[in-house]
């Protein structure tokens, strides 16, 4: 597996982790931080009737200090981070003009002394009840590009399940199963280009249940599962469905490694 799909499977694993157990969001913060080769990484939380939540990793515990206490109402950067709609990444220069960042007492007194300079912001959520921010932050000497962005985006759908799957679980416990699931899907969408709907049927069928029993759960014609599951032999290059449940097995094993 080429380094980078297996940093961004990592990061995934550790994301739906973090669904069941809000403290892996440090790590998968730290691994957010490593896959895109930022100096720091961030997690903002607004839900209506809460207070609004942050968590950094990376960045110089002075940097933080000072950004909560004072600067967070001088950022350049928050106004339009904060209207990002659902689902967009946005570069640092996408949200106020370099020039007019670089005059800011925010830069000058506390960003650039601390060697935040760049920032990749994604709006995993964006209603009228949640905000929800993930941040990416990078010195001077390496910009963000749109090949950061891409990676990014193909992120925020993984990043809007785990929170979601959190606040579910945090609600009916009995949920709990859906992470598990939800992770092997991910990576069968990753590792052979299922899509996700693929990936459902795949999961299912390659744990053991008929594909007929997969329709009803999934409330669709048998005719569909069987055309997505012809679909997931050629991608999978499997040959039916003793030899897809021996790929489940494998992918579920690597991700316990």
Request: no cysteine; hydrophobic share 45%.
């Amino acid at each position: 597996m080429v380094p980078a799909l297996r940093s961004l499977l990592d990061l995934v694993e550790v994301t739906y982790a973090a669904a069941l157990d809000p403290s892996r969001w440090v790590d998968a913060l730290h691994l957010l931080a490593r896959l895109f080769e930022g100096n720091g990484a961030g997690l903002h939380v607004e839900r209506a009737g809460s207070p609004v939540t942050q968590r950094w990793v990376g960045l110089d515990p002075r940097f933080i200090e000072a950004y909560r206490e004072r600067y967070w109402r001088e950022d350049p950067w928050a106004p339009g981070a904060r209207r990002l709609p659902h689902g967009a990444v946005g570069f640092g220069d996408d949200l106020v003009p370099r020039s007019d960042l670089a005059s800011s007492a925010f830069y000058k007194e506390l960003a650039g002394p601390y060697q935040v300079d760049d920032l990749l912001v994604a709006a995993v959520a964006h209603t009228n009840r949640e905000l929800v921010l993930v941040t990416v932050t990078r010195g001077p000497r390496h910009r963000f590009a749109s090949a950061d962005a891409r990676t990014m985006r193909d992120l925020v759908p993984h990043l809007a399940r785990a929170l979601e799957i959190g606040e579910r679980t945090r609600s009916f416990p009995l949920d709990a199963s859906a992470a598990p699931s939800a992770l092997l899907e991910t990576r069968l969408e990753l590792v052979y280009g299922l899509t996700p709907a693929e990936a459902r049927v795949a999961a299912q069928v390659g744990r053991g249940k008929a594909p007929k029993e997969a329709a009803a759960a999934f409330g669709t014609s048998w005719n569909t599962v069987r055309s997505q599951l012809r679909r997931v032999y050629a991608k999978t290059t499997t040959s039916g469905q003793p030899e897809l449940a021996r790929l489940v097995a494998r992918l579920e094993l690597s991700a316990d490694v």
